[in-house]
Structure formats: structure tokens, C-alpha cells
């Protein structure tokens, strides 16, 4: 798998998990993301961070391993 394939998986998982989970954009913002930086999280034009990954699983209550839960 590329890098580029991972990253777009994974954005498509976080934008799903945040869908699924009732949240918007903004309402991110109370797990400290900005809302411009979500938008580019879901366009797949973010290399994650572990610490971000990490953010993401809890605002979606989520084990880190399901944001990779994609195959």
C-alpha cells in the first residue's frame, strides 16, 4: 500500500467515524482540532501525527486501531 492510499483511507475512516458518531467539524473543535485542519484531515491532505491519530480515537471513543479498520 502507498503512503498516499493509507493517508486517503484513513481520512475517508475519520470522516465515516465522525459521521457515525453525530459530530460536525466544529464540534471537533472541543477535542482541539480546528475546524480547517478537520476539513483537511477528510480531504486526506494531513500526515497524522501519533498524537493526532490518538486525539481522534477519543473524540470518536474509539480504540486507535478502528481509525485503521478499513480492509
Known amino acids: 500500500?502507498?503512503?498516499e492510499r493509507l493517508i486517503?483511507?484513513?481520512a475517508k475512516?475519520?470522516?465515516?467515524?465522525r459521521r457515525q458518531k453525530g459530530l460536525t467539524q466544529e464540534d471537533m473543535m472541543s477535542h482541539?482540532?480546528?475546524?480547517?485542519y478537520c476539513?483537511?484531515?477528510e480531504a486526506a491532505q494531513v500526515n497524522l501525527s501519533l498524537k493526532s491519530l490518538?486525539?481522534?480515537?477519543?473524540?470518536?471513543g474509539v480504540a486507535v486501531?478502528?481509525?485503521?479498520d478499513f480492509e
Not at 490518538?54 to 470518536?60: P, Q, S, T, Y
Not at 486501531?65 to 485503521?68: D, H, V
Request: proline share 0%; hydrophobic share 45%.
Open 65 to 68: 486501531r478502528e481509525l485503521f
Open 1 to 3: 500500500m502507498t503512503d
Open 54 to 60: 490518538n486525539r481522534l480515537a477519543k473524540a470518536f
Open 8 to 10: 486517503k483511507l484513513v
Open 13 to 17: 475512516r475519520a470522516k465515516d467515524l
Open 32 to 36: 482541539g482540532f480546528e475546524r480547517r
Open 39 to 41: 476539513q483537511r484531515i
